[in-house]
């Protein structure tokens, strides 16, 4: 009916592979260990971002909880690598 | 002595985090959902032993509406720095700021907040004096970003949690 | 079911919501190409992960709602999600940043 949607969902598609594109450059070229971080997080954030506008562009409800997991497991990874930097261990006794 | 408040505030969330992660409130999952959030809740108590008592939550509406606003501008504002980085790359620097709020959720809350709002990340917090380090991308005024932290931020927590 | 069959009320405001939210996250993280310390470099994903995914995530309530004719909030949860997590991330990096650059000074 009006194209206006699947318009935006794939500019939204677009910006968010680019990001990743730009994400993934530091993330090879990185000069320190925390920029390498950094970069992977954006790229989790970015990843998320996609499945979000695929599910609304698909209409399908099962995106949501890929998106969920992608944020959760994310987030855990992230966390648990900036910590390993700052203390050298991850779980500490 | 604080006064506890009406509702438990962790098995009430736990609840709507079921209830939206189901997306139904068919009573089938409201007694499962109230269950597990009873459950949990009794068995994290031993993990934080400080209880968390927010108060006077009607100024917690303000807050949030606070934040919001500032994290659209300081969106806008980092936007205008990246896309301007080629002709001026910014100044960025560290800031000192004494504070005046001591209890524990409170501060993480702060952290949360100032961390969230792009443009700021908190850098470290010293409790013998309690003085807060933070970052900031673009510093021209330090007594703006001081003014802003303790005014707006600042106040309505010690009103909440003390 | 599809992004066609939205109705023109939700399908005009998740269009302009999802081209800010994509725009936020492309800017975001070309700072972090442009952008040439690593202390500068921290602030700019900030920008994707708040208002970038805050966009895209009310984008999704409005096509959902519209397309199954109920209110469906349950983007909500991945919404206060991101909000709570992704500031720890970026402070426990900011300190290991800080904690490195101490070291390789001294």
Redesign the interface.
């Known amino acids: 009916m009006n194209a206006i949607l699947p318009f935006a969902v794939n500019f939204g598609l677009a910006c968010c592979s680019v990001g990743m594109l730009c994400a993934l450059v530091r993330l090879l070229r990185g000069p320190a260990a925390q920029d390498r971080i950094l970069a992977l997080d954006t790229l989790y954030i970015n990843g998320m971002l996609t499945i979000l506008m695929l599910g609304i562009g698909s209409g399908a409800a099962i995106y949501f909880d890929i998106a969920l997991l992608i944020a959760l497991f994310g987030f855990i990874g992230s966390t648990a690598m900036a910590k390993f930097l700052l203390r050298g261990e991850v779980i500490e006794p | 002595m604080r006064r506890p408040p009406l509702v438990p505030l962790l098995p009430a969330v736990l609840l709507a ?1 079921w209830l ?2 189901n ?1 139904s409130v068919a009573p089938g999952h409201v007694v499962l959902g109230a269950v597990f959030a009873w459950l949990v809740s009794a068995a994290v108590a031993r993990l934080r032993p400080l209880p968390a008592w927010p108060r006077r939550l009607h100024v917690a509406i303000g807050l949030c509406w606070h934040v919001f606003v500032d ?2 501008r300081s ?1 806008i504002g ?2 205008r ?3 301007g ?2 002709r001026r ?2 100044t ?1 620097g560290f800031l000192q700021i004494p504070l005046q709020l001591r209890d524990p959720h409170g501060l993480a809350m702060l ?2 907040i ?11 917090h010293d409790p013998a004096s309690n003085t807060l380090t933070l ?1 900031v ?1 673009d510093l021209q005024d330090e007594e703006t970003w001081i003014r802003t932290i303790k005014d707006r931020y600042e106040r309505p927590l010690m009103e909440i949690f003390e | 079911m599809s992004a066609a069959d939205v109705p023109l009320w939700a399908a005009l405001p998740a269009a302009l919501l999802l081209i800010c939210g994509g725009l ?1 996250a492309l ?2 993280s ?2 972090l190409l ?4 690593f ?2 470099r ?3 994903p ?2 994707g992960s ?2 970038g995914a805050g966009c895209v995530l009310i984008a999704s309530m409005l096509t959902s709602t519209a397309l199954a004719q109920r209110p ?3 983007e ?2 991945i919404t206060l999600f991101i ?2 997590t ?3 991330t ?2 426990l990096l ?2 290991a940043a ?1 904690l490195r650059s101490d070291r390789s000074e001294s």
């Open positions: 985090v939206l992660l997306d994290i659209v969106n980092v936007g720095v990246v896309l980085a080629a790359q910014p960025i952290s949360i100032i961390t969230g709002t792009p443009g700021t990340v908190w850098a470290g970052h991308l | 936020l800017v975001g070309l700072g442009r952008l040439r310390s202390f500068a921290i602030h700019a900030t920008m708040t208002l469906v909030v349950h909500l949860l909000l709570v992704a500031p720890i970026t402070m900011m300190r800080i």
